[in-house]
T-cell receptor, first 113, second 111 residues
Framework: SQKIEQNSEALNIQEGKTATLTCNYT??????LQWYRQDPGRGPVFLLL?????KEKRKERLKVTFDTTLKQSLFHITASQPADSATYLC????????????FGSGTRLLVRP | DTAVSQTPKYLVTQMGNDKSIKCEQN?????MYWYKQDSKKFLKIMFS???????INETVPNRFSPKSPDKAHLNLHINSLELGDSAVYFC??????????FGSGTRLTVV
């Protein structure tokens, strides 16, 4: 069956450290993968998109990698800050011409001051 | 200016009632969506519209009926509400499926 899996356990790290979140998928062949941030009571906010022919993408303190062989994307936040505390969602296009994104269940990140 | 706005933000209603949620986007995007986020925070696609045409209806009960009067609006009407419909409903829009912009959500509680 098709699955997108993110670590359901919260990631708890110290301010200043690098946070690394994982997104694994099964039985999909996405052309791209996206990452979103969601704060409590708010809608998800788009952060980054990485295409299948891109190994890595950066935006300020954020870095995303995409390994189509491992079927995995890693999302890194360097020099993390308490304001980075949120739930991070990965999402992919199932490439069935259906105009939809399939979302993982998200990983909650907590950055301690 | 709010890019994707949906109203109301909160909706509490009794079982069996009919209710509507409205969504408007001012981004000029061609595609709009409705997603449902359940108590486990899992976001699931319900409908997508491209240029006012229905593209996806993801095994949603026919008590849910989306309507897109124009490219900037996608409303959701729900008939005969059930307890299991309680969730947060998000409207979103995107240009060609990339980088969705979400509304702030409508928390529906059916009692």
């Amino acid at each position: 069956s098709q699955k997108i899996e993110q670590n359901s356990e919260a990631l708890n790290i110290q301010e200043g450290k690098t946070a690394t979140l994982t997104c694994n998928y099964t039985n999909y062949s996405p052309a791209y993968l996206q990452w979103y941030r969601q704060d409590p009571g708010r809608g998800p906010v788009f952060l980054l998109l990485i295409r299948e022919n891109e190994k890595e993408k950066r935006k300020e303190r954020l870095k995303v990698t995409f390994d189509t062989t491992l079927k995995q994307s890693l999302f890194h936040i360097t020099a993390s800050q308490p304001a980075d505390s949120a739930t991070y969602l990965c999402a992919l296009d199932p490439m069935d011409s259906s105009y939809k994104l399939i979302f993982g269940s998200g990983t909650r990140l907590l950055v301690r001051p | 200016d709010t890019a994707v706005s949906q109203t109301p933000k909160y909706l509490v209603t009794q079982m069996g009632n009919d209710k509507s949620i409205k969504c408007e986007q001012n981004l000029g995007h061609d595609t709009m969506y409705w997603y449902k986020q359940d108590s486990k925070k899992f976001l699931k696609i319900m409908f997508s519209y491209n240029n006012k045409e229905l593209i996806i209806n993801e095994t949603v009960p026919n008590r849910f009926s989306p309507k897109s009067p124009d490219k900037a609006h996608l409303n959701l009407h729900i008939n005969s509400l059930e307890l299991g419909d309680s969730a947060v409903y998000f409207c979103a829009s995107s240009p060609d499926g990339n980088g969705y912009t979400f509304g702030s959500g409508t928390r529906l509680t059916v009692v």
